[in-house]
Nanobody, 124 residues
Framework: QVQLVESGGGLVQAGGSLRLACAAS????????MGWFRQPPGKERVFVGA????????NYADSVKGRFTISRDDARNTMYLQMNSLKSADTAVYFC?????????????????WGQGTQVVVLS
């Protein structure tokens, strides 16, 4: 069983930046396509972005393109989400997901493992 643990959430002013991290417990991380999703208050979980096992392909939701960047450090079994130019609409619980091979899909059902989430609040 792979465990994923998110960190880096918090309070930030609109226009600011945060970097989230997702640490994986298993060495299979390096073979896995990984993704980020978020769940705004009172809404369903939605896709943010994802990255292939080798980092060659990334896929982002239109709402975050040009502002958010996903990267990974396989030596640390960790994936990152750099969030810039944050807006109040980015307020949500952010989840990382893994356990997938192939295309970095935006479908939650494509991922086998999930973290518990980290809260991001953007103050306008």
């Amino acid at each position: 069983q792979v465990q994923l643990v998110e960190s880096g959430g918090g309070l930030v002013q609109a226009g600011g930046s945060l970097r989230l991290a997702c640490a994986a417990s298993s060495g299979t991380f390096s073979n896995s396509t990984m993704g980020w999703f978020r769940q705004p208050p009172g809404k369903e979980r939605v896709f943010v972005g994802a990255i292939t096992w080798n980092g060659d392909i990334t896929n982002y939701a239109d709402s975050v393109k040009g502002r958010f960047t996903i990267s990974r450090d396989d030596a640390r079994n960790t994936m990152y989400l750099q969030m810039n130019s944050l807006k109040s609409a980015d307020t949500a619980v952010y989840f990382c997901a893994g356990g997938r091979t192939g295309w970095p899909t935006g479908s939650p059902s494509g991922y086998a493992y999930w973290g518990q989430g980290t809260q991001v609040v953007v103050l306008s």
